[in-house]
């Protein structure tokens, strides 16, 4: 029988960065792609230990046996793993090598040829640049597996994803208005802004407190925070601070998000194809100081791009207390540095990169991570500073000043006026399109 706390284990699912790295290369590679998913997926994975499990209702023989299982089944800890080794086994059996960076993401290059297919769970993403190649490598799937028929990507994990010959469109509006009728705000009165300019968790923190569903909604913006809106990010990751000891004032805060997800449901995250892609990455990176009157922990803020579009957003409380605008923007470009890294790898194996470049508006941080010479402020961040300069010149990475207008990543550090907040969207890729 299985034992709790012993019978675990992880199965991995592509994470939604690398699902966007991967889009933003159909776009730009002008991939053709195509989704199935399997069917029964968990029933597909062997054993490597032995297994029992009592009789079936309605097959009990009343001998109180019990059986003795030859293969994983719905409800066993082990099936989404052992399902996961089937499928990575049959991958390496045709010819694909899976990523070392995102265990999810197996490619196979021959003759100038690509294929790329992901795998969430039992639903799979499959691109390639020659169509008749891509669909043999389907029909091996079919044959191996019981799968769905395969059909143009339109929507995948609940993102509807529309191509055009010189963009590609990203949404969840059925998401949204699924998620406002679950929560009664289906009739409410739209509002311009996530949350009021320059508000923190402090100033929801002195309410009553809150009895109702209030992790379930954060839990449900943050899902769509982090897949397809980043405009709502820092409101969510700032409210969702509250989650121990909610508070009237943050649920109506939470209230505001719907409100305002009601009034741009129709916005999209739309990736431009270029005319002659670049294959650059770019990094936004900020931080807001001390912003938080409560403990005084800074916020980091980055945005990663590539070709242009928008693959990874972040919005973190730092640790520690930064004494200076300066120690803040630094604890946060070594953050975004390490994603940076690991996206780097992921973008090599699939892909290429010509040139790297950050984005900070500080220029003192732009100083100290640039010059050797250690400042006697700085010197507790020796560890954070030797490792980006490290960084820096070891993977060819320039560092560039960003007038504070134009940082995108002060989308995730603070909350806007209206008017900051939809220029900077626009240069996030998110707008209203039809």
């Given at each position: ?12 699912v592509i994470?939604m ?7 933003v290369?159909?776009?730009q ?5 195509y989704?199935m ?15 029992y ?11 109180r ?9 719905y ?10 080794h ?5 991958m390496?059996k ?16 021959e ?6 297919i ?25 044959n ?11 929507e ?9 010959p010189?963009e ?15 929560f009664n705000?289906?009739?409410c ?9 320059k ?6 923190a ?13 839990g ?7 897949t397809?809106?980043p ?23 939470l ?20 005319h ?11 931080a ?7 403990d ?29 605008s ?9 953050k975004?540095l ?9 973008i ?41 300069r ?13 007038c504070?207008?134009?940082?995108i ?11 900051k ?14």
């Amino acid at each position: 029988m299985q034992k709790e706390g012993v019978d675990y284990c992880f199965s991995p699912v592509i994470s939604m960065p690398s699902l966007r790295l991967v889009l933003v290369l159909i776009l730009q590679e002008n991939l053709h792609s195509y989704v199935m998913d399997v069917k029964t997926a968990f029933l597909n994975g062997g054993l490597d230990e032995v297994v029992y499990m009592s009789q079936p209702q309605g097959y009990d023989d009343g001998t109180r046996k019990v059986c003795k299982l030859n293969k994983s089944l719905y409800g066993l800890k082990q099936a989404p793993r052992q399902w996961f080794h089937k499928f990575q086994q049959f991958m390496n059996k045709v010819k694909f090598k899976q990523s070392t960076s995102d265990p999810c993401i197996f490619i196979r290059k021959e003759k100038g040829r690509k294929i790329i297919i992901c795998l969430y769970v039992d639903d799979l993403l499959i691109a390639g640049s020659d169509p008749d190649e891509v669909k043999t490598v389907i029909n091996l799937l079919q044959n191996e597996f019981e799968m769905s028929k395969s059909a143009p990507a339109t929507e995948f994990l609940g993102i509807r994803l529309v191509f055009t010959p010189t963009e590609l469109k990203l949404d969840q509006e059925e998401y949204i208005d699924k998620m406002l009728k679950r929560f009664n705000m289906s009739d409410c009165k739209p509002c311009s802004t996530p949350l009021e300019p320059k508000c923190t968790s402090a100033d929801f923190a002195n309410s009553d407190l809150f009895e109702g569903p209030f992790r379930e909604l954060i839990g449900s913006l943050l899902h769509l925070a982090v897949t397809t809106r980043p405009d709502i990010l820092f409101s969510v990751n700032c409210l969702s601070q509250l989650q121990e000891k909610p508070t009237v004032a943050a649920w109506t805060g939470l209230k505001r998000i719907l409100r305002y997800l009601k009034g741009t449901k129709n916005f999209k995250l739309v990736y431009k194809k270029l005319h002659n892609p670049n294959f650059n990455i770019d990094l936004y990176a900020d931080a807001d100081w001390a912003s938080d009157t409560i403990d005084r922990k800074s916020v980091s803020g980055y945005v990663l791009m590539f070709c242009n579009c928008p693959i990874l957003w972040c919005c973190k409380k730092q640790n520690c207390i930064s004494l200076s605008s300066t120690e803040a923007e630094i604890i946060a470009l070594s953050k975004s540095l390490q994603d940076l890294l690991y996206y780097k790898s992921v973008i090599n194996e699939i892909s290429r990169i010509n040139n790297i470049y950050i984005y900070e508006d500080n220029q003192s941080a732009i100083k100290s991570v640039t010059n050797e010479n250690v400042c006697g402020r700085l010197k507790h961040l020796d560890v954070k500073l030797k490792f980006i300069r490290e960084t820096l010149i070891n993977h060819c990475i320039s560092v560039k000043y960003v007038c504070t207008e134009n940082q995108i990543a002060d989308l995730f550090t603070k909350s806007l006026s209206k008017c900051k907040l939809y220029k900077l969207l626009c240069f996030c890729s998110v707008c209203m399109r039809d």
